[in-house]
């Protein structure tokens, strides 16, 4: 059975809130800070130490409360932040669906002026459709590495912006700046000159707002998510499972390979006697 080849997202742990928060949210809840192996816990209402509570690796409470007791609202306090790269839009509409996290994705309104610029400057071309996907692969913009599949890709924005071209007489002034218009006319029939002409120069502000409709689900996407522990126990045990759509899965693992243990322990069962 034929498979399309898809590129996997890459994860980095930005920040680490600490455990040491959780349990003292916890110890406030019983006014058990004497009982807490931790010392900066067992001080923390006479002699505050928020960089050594905030360097607690264990709690014998935490750990109680979430795997006895089943009480979670405690880890709420303790979070994690996540660069993401290269996960796609069909992915971010799965994440999005997770209520309770932080969540900030590369605008494509903003971003996607490359691509304009490219079909642009293809205007110019002998063989238009040929130079707009030689420039859009080297953008690479999709999930997608199977060669094949990405022509198609490629083919149906270069047809859905050639469509809007031939019916709307302002199509370039929607694509370009007012400052980038003059290189259209000094680089007549140099397709590459005015494609590198039109990427130096100031892009067109909001440029996306008129061109969306070209985005598949299969674009790349960058985002920072940050999520509580509890609200990310929810995310593994539903997106680190067979039942998940791959592409989450690929996710969720990455995010779990980057996941100090000492959170997964909270969280996630196999890690629980780590």
Not at 72 to 97: D, K, P
Not at 235 to 256: E, N, P, T, V
Request: proline share 1%.
């Amino acid at each position: 059975m034929y498979q399309i080849a898809y590129e996997k997202p890459k994860v980095t742990l930005l920040q680490e809130s600490g455990l040491g928060v959780a349990e003292i949210a916890a110890r406030t809840c019983y006014d058990s800070f004497e009982n807490s192996e931790n010392d900066a816990i067992r001080n923390a209402m006479e002699d505050l130490d928020i960089d050594a509570i905030n360097s607690i690796a264990d709690s014998d409470l935490l750990n109680n409360l979430a795997w006895v007791h089943h009480h979670h609202s405690i880890i709420e306090h303790a979070t994690l932040s996540y660069l993401i790269r290269g996960t796609s839009r069909g992915v971010l509409q799965e994440h999005a669906r997770h209520r309770l996290q932080a969540i900030s994705v590369r605008s494509t309104r903003y971003t996607m002026s490359s691509v304009i610029n490219a079909f642009v400057a293809s205007l110019e071309d002998n063989d238009p459709f040929g130079f707009f996907l030689e420039n859009v692969l080297a953008l690479n913009l999709f999930v997608i590495s199977d060669s094949d599949y990405l022509t198609i890709e490629i083919r149906a924005i270069f047809d859905k912006l050639n469509f809007q071209y031939t019916r709307d007489a302002a199509f370039i002034h929607s694509a370009v700046s007012k400052s980038s218009l003059d290189h259209i006319t000094t680089y007549k029939g140099h397709s590459q000159k005015l494609f590198a002409a039109l990427q130096a120069g100031k892009k067109k502000r909001n440029v996306g707002d008129k061109f969306k409709h070209i985005v598949s689900d299969n674009w790349k996407v960058d985002m920072v998510v940050t999520f509580n522990i509890r609200s990310l126990k929810n995310y593994f045990d539903l997106r680190d499972s067979g039942a998940a759509w791959f592409q989450i899965q690929w996710l969720a693992q990455a995010m779990k390979e980057v996941t100090p243990v000492k959170y997964l322990r909270l969280i996630d069962k196999k890690y629980k006697e780590k």
